[in-house]
């Protein structure tokens, strides 16, 4: 009974949310009739007579939707925003830019999950002068708190949300299982696989010691490049649903005074962000993969500050390659040598043509070679460079996407407070620097002793490796007969069907 139950919550909660999503013409929207098959135009048109239309491109009329739809729908948006090979920029642009603002819940509840994470006594003594809460958004809220040591901030999850999580995920799942089902041409989205892979991204932030993780390594690595600040974690306040740190003092960047004080040095603020991403993401692998303005706060010494290390992306040596030789082909105009990067890195399968390729590469490069800073922009290069992944039949990695993505934020940012700022040449120092270290002496020698290591280890697997392929020779099992799936229009007539009348049942 109870698997029955959860079906039928789940598409009760989903078509809540397709209600939701139609008052804002999310949903099969008009600006799409003439390429939707009938059906579909049916039903949308049947969605907007109940939701009446709503204003806005469509990437703002679904960050509008997913903010009133709660937590899961909101996290949902800002993993659809690290996409814009799948969405399209504009979008994705439009809901980077989601709000994740809540009403705060109340101190009775916040020092209950104190109490429950420590102890009544511990947390008690722990956190007894812990101020009303100071911002509250999907997932968790934030109050400040004095110590002999310094301010601190207490991070606190919402009571109940990995329930609520669950919940929502769960309908998710059941949609993208069923769109993938119906939808021949939707498999190669992989609904299922990028579902799955936003709900455990989205538990693991409701265990705030992986933050925290994420916080002391940043802080760890900050200290040595100098770029940015970054508050230490305070460990005997940290549990799976509390994290604390410290307290940053300044204005974030959201704030339009933030830039307005006297001695802030605008240019090198700018560069500042573009060379500490850079830095940190070519020389260890690591970096902030939310860098949007809410996360970035100006100190009173006129220094970037990050906070909130929810989503950190990590990239191997491979991709790190990758990404300084394509900086740097760029900058050098060395479009067969960015190419043949793509070619060695996978990315571009072994029959295309690497000519051809970098023929591809230099009506990217040429158009913005020379420009005016403002002109230069990074997000239009690698934008151009999601436009070939189907015509070169192009495989990209999702750490590759999510580090893209963050450089295409880290432009924007940096350009709102330089407007002449040029990511090419702010970038040249730390790509040159890295590409000299990695492949001058020092950097040989390294690869030298990388590449012994990598045949010893491959030496041992060997016996395994025997193993497998003794038994590939052995006669493969027969196939299990083929799935029968709906043929194209009936899976569409039944699905609208079953939309329809569970929206009305859901809607009373």
């Known amino acids: 009974m109870e698997p029955h139950m959860g079906m039928i919550g789940d598409y009760r909660r989903l078509m809540r949310a397709g209600i939701a999503l139609a008052r804002h013409d999310v949903i099969l929207p008009g600006a799409y009739q003439t390429r939707l098959p009938l059906p579909a135009r049916i039903a949308g048109r049947i969605l907007r007579l109940v939701g009446g239309g709503a204003k806005g491109r469509p990437g703002q009329r679904l960050a509008r939707a997913l903010e009133k739809l709660g937590p899961a729908y909101i996290k949902l948006g800002q993993f659809l925003a690290t996409r814009p090979d799948v969405f399209g920029a504009e979008v994705t642009e439009d809901l980077g830019r989601l709000k994740d603002k809540l009403p705060p819940f109340s101190m009775k509840a916040a020092r209950a999950a104190l109490a429950e994470e420590f102890g009544a006594a511990d947390a008690e003594h722990l956190f007894g002068d812990l101020s009303d809460p100071v911002a509250a958004a999907s997932l968790a809220q934030v109050h400040k708190m004095e110590l002999a040591g310094g301010t601190r901030a207490v991070k606190i999850l919402r009571p109940g949300i990995e329930r609520q999580l669950t919940v929502e995920l769960s309908a998710m799942k059941r949609a993208a299982r069923t769109i993938e089902g119906i939808s021949a041409e939707s498999q190669r989205l992989k609904p299922v696989a990028f579902t799955e892979t936003i709900a455990a991204a989205m538990m693991r932030e409701t265990d705030l010691r992986l933050e925290a993780g994420g916080a002391d390594e940043m802080h760890e690595i900050s200290q040595k490049s100098g770029h940015f600040v970054v508050p230490g974690v305070d460990w005997d306040r940290t549990g799976r649903r509390v994290l604390t740190i410290d307290w940053i003092d300044g204005t974030p960047l959201t704030d339009p005074k933030a830039l307005d004080r006297p001695g ?3 240019k090198k603020l700018a560069n500042d962000i573009t060379q500490g991403f850079l830095t940190h993401a070519i020389e260890y692998g690591v970096f902030h993969a939310d860098m949007h303005e809410g996360n970035l706060i100006i100190t009173p010494e006129g220094k970037v500050a990050l906070i909130d290390f929810g989503i950190i992306g990590r990239i191997g040596m491979t991709e790190r390659r990758f990404l300084a030789e394509i900086l740097w082909g760029f900058l050098k105009r060395d479009y067969l040598r960015v190419a043949e990067v793509h070619f060695e890195a996978g990315y571009v399968p072994a029959t295309q ?15 913005v070679h020379g420009k005016p800073a403002e002109e230069v922009s990074m997000g239009r290069v690698l934008l151009q460079l999601f436009d070939y992944t189907h015509t070169f039949g192009m495989s990209l990695r999702p750490e590759l996407v999510l580090l893209q993505k963050t450089m295409v934020q880290v432009e924007g940012v940096a350009r709102a407070i330089d407007p002449s700022h040029n990511i090419w040449f702010a970038s040249e120092p730390v790509v040159g620097g890295w590409i000299r270290r990695s492949f001058g002496p020092e950097g040989a020698a390294k690869l030298v002793a990388g590449n012994v290591k990598e045949i010893t280890n491959r030496l041992k697997r060997l016996p395994e490796v025997m193993d497998r392929f003794e038994a590939s020779l052995e006669p493969p099992a027969p196939l299990p007969p083929p799935t029968r799936r709906f ?11 079953a939309l329809v009348a569970l929206a009305i049942w859901a809607a009373k």
């Open 264 to 266: 802030i040095d605008r």
């Open 487 to 497: 043929a194209p229009w009936w899976g569409w007539f039944g699905f609208i069907t």
């Open 353 to 367: 043509s690497v000519g051809e390729f970098a023929q591809a590469l230099r009506s990217i490069g040429e158009p």
